[in-house]
């Protein structure tokens, strides 16, 4: 799963995020951003079962050794879409099981 991490977005790029199968993530602390440098190698632990369990999402940067919170806002259905990799794939899931 992808993600994108910013301080903010806009509401229609979170919307076309979701779309595409990317997670909208946000900083708890926007101060955070300046722990980021380009090249850093990041993982996210656990993000499925986070976004499942409508948990806080921890954002290791793998080259600092830190460790930041993030959060995001998405409701029931953008996690559905998200873990279906789409909103075309989470169409295509849904007609399957209607038929």
């Known amino acids: 799963m992808r993600a994108v991490i910013a301080k903010s977005f806009a509401r229609i790029h979170h919307a076309n995020l979701v779309n595409f199968g990317i ?46 919170v993030c959060k995001y806002n998405l409701t029931p259905k953008q996690v559905s879409v998200l873990l279906a990799g789409g909103l075309l794939n989470w169409i295509k899931k849904k007609q399957k099981v209607e038929v």
Do not use: C, H, W
């Not at 090249?39 to 632990?45: A, K, Q, S, V």
């Open 23 to 68: 997670v909208p993530l946000e900083f708890v602390n926007k101060e955070d951003y300046s722990k980021f440098s380009l090249g850093d190698e990041i993982e996210i632990p656990e993000l499925t079962q986070r976004l499942q369990a409508g948990q806080e999402v921890v954002v290791i940067n793998k080259t600092t050794g830190e460790q930041i």
